[in-house]
């Protein structure tokens, strides 16, 4: 009897990447909008997926997520991998995620500068990090690790952070820049992330954007937030990805743009989830500002006939 | 093993206060001005507690409906304090949910809760297993009637079976969708099958002597055997009915001899 069948062979890593996106915008997939998505007009847009909802064997996920490649380029991004943990890297989660990669030859890979499991507990969240000589070492060579893994680099996401480490020694864009330098990975930029940590820990986040190395940015994260209070009663806003994004957000989002020109730019809703023309139009506005900055065609054009 | 620094260090810090309500704010934290952080961290205490009941909350959603949102929550907490994911892939939680409930002295008034949250289990297991082609039915016409009881059967990857003292599965699909719930006696047993052929998953009860049958045959004991098993525990155990009935479920891939 077949009880015993060969096992499925393991589909071959890229040897090229999907070509580059360049300024499209994007929006997570939720497999609640999926009948609409293909019901409406083929779209520019490309979709972002968390890694860990398509580790399973089989079943509806799959189906859906290849319904969503045959027509569209894909982001995956880890939520999991604990790169910013101390102890060395689940290396059964790390075979998963090149098994998923690999089926799936995303345009975009990314992860969190952030880690979510200690000892042998998951603790799903995106803890933070203190900055110092150690825990950069460490998450290099965690960096490492996934991009040979994967073979290809990934992109790297700056976190949103409630509170500050007393040993930190290095300022977060020096320890980025740090890790950029030395694993050669590209920079997943959240711009909500970027203004609820500034105003959670007191600084500018345009000075932020100022010291970051926006040369290795390859995509760019958009989300909304909410607002709570710290001990003294102050603004402590919170990466809630439950609403549209903000209007501080978008401001610092044109800014960036303008001066560094287009990169794929995706919206993130992950709770309070709108119906898909909303998040739709969400993308549509990020559309809007990386089409106000795209590279002049017309002058491409002129030079190309001269 | 984890290493001094470890299990000293900032993450070792965390770990031991985020699922503790009352613990004492990790030292290595600080916030801006030297100011107080305590509300800070409890950010992250609530983000790892809220989310992880919400994990338990898409897996069991018959039992919350059954429960309330707040009694649900309330056991949830309970039981992530308890016992803590161990694995980054959340649709792999709350293996251990319903003995937990079990155990839960406030719904000691529904019996019959593990059980409905064992099939809610088995069903998201089924939605995630591998994909495979059922066995036709064909197949099985095709063999000898002489060489029947000898007969295996391969499994399919998303059969499951829940047996149970109570009416679990009439309970689990009756609070598996808004409809409203109809008046249902719960006290009568009922052996739960869960398939999923293609792409939809299916929950069928099974006749009597069935589940004994079932199980059996998925564990690949030979089909003389698994019917002489089932014919003990079930007097009226109809052979035919069965086999037929879990063909067309989707439960198997493929039959064979242990000789072939």
Redesign the interface.
Known sequence: MRNDAPPAPCPTLPLRFPPPLGGVAGTCFKPSHLTAILAGAPQRGFFEVHAENYMGAGGPPHHQLEAIRRDHPLSIHGVCMSIGGPQPLDREHLARFRKLVARYQPSLVSEHLAWSTHDTTFFNDLLPLPYTAATLARVCDHIDEVQSAIRRPILLENPSTYVAFHESTMSETDFIRAIVRRTGCGLLLDVNNVFVSAINHGFSPQDYLADFPLAAVGEIHLAGHAVQADDEGEPLLIDSHDGPVAYDVWALFANVIARNGPVPTLIEWDSNIPDWPVLQAEAAAAQTILDDHAPDCSQEVRDAAA | M??P??AS????Q??AA?LTPDGATP???????A???????D??RN??TV??IE?LIAIYPAVQRITGPDFFRAMARAHVRET????????DYGRDFPCFIGRYEHAEAMPFLPDVARIERAWLD???????VPLDGAALAAVPPERLPGL?F?AH??ARIVRSDFAAATIFSANRSDAPVPRIDGSVPEDALIT?PA?DVAVRHLPPGGAVFATLLIT?HPLGAAAEAAFEAAPDFDLATNIAGLIEAGAF??????D?
């Open positions: 984890l290493q620094e470890q260090g900032y993450a070792a965390f770990a985020l030292v290595a934290v600080t916030a801006p001005g100011k107080a952080a305590g509300r800070r961290f950010v992250y983000n790892v989310s992880l994990s803590p994911p161990t694995s980054p892939l959340l649709f089924a939605y995630h297993a591998a994909d495979a295996r391969a990857p998303a999923r792409f690949q891939t493929d039959i064979g001899f242990e072939s």
